[in-house]
Nanobody, 128 residues
Framework: QVQLVESGGGLVQAGGSLGLSCSAS????????MAWFRRAPGKEREFVAG????????FRGSSVWDRFRLSRNSTKNTVWLQMNSLKPEDTAVYYC?????????????????????WGQGTQVNVSM
């Protein structure tokens, strides 16, 4: 069984930066992928960024493409989401997710149904 624990949420002013960390416990292998999704008030959950634990591929959503960066420490089964130039519309609950095994369809990594395990979520608030 895999468990995911997120940390690092909080309040930040627009234009500022914040980092989120997700640590996975359990059996994690290089074919797995970890990702961040977010849900803003009144909206559906949205893909933010994902990465293969092997480090071969990283994926980012179009709304964060040039502002957020994802990195991983495969030894510690941890991923770090660095969020820069934050905007009020980035306000959301951010969820860490893990997909077990590799998909041949890269589009799968953008879809929440492709992920097997989820963290509890951490709140990020960006003020104007």
């Amino acid at each position: 069984q895999v468990q995911l624990v997120e940390s690092g949420g909080g309040l930040v002013q627009a234009g500022g930066s914040l980092g989120l960390s997700c640590s996975a416990s359990g059996r994690i292998v290089n074919n797995d992928a970890m990702a961040w999704f977010r849900r803003a008030p009144g909206k559906e959950r949205e893909f933010v960024a994902g990465i293969w634990m092997s480090g071969e591929n990283e994926f980012r959503g179009s709304s964060v493409w040039d502002r957020f960066r994802l990195s991983r420490n495969s030894t510690k089964n941890t991923v770090w989401l660095q969020m820069n130039s934050l905007k009020p519309e980035d306000t959301a609950v951010y969820y860490c997710a893990l997909r077990s095994g590799r998909s041949t369809a890269l589009t799968a990594y953008y879809e929440e149904d492709s992920y097997d395990y989820w963290g509890q979520g951490t709140q990020v608030n960006v003020s104007m």
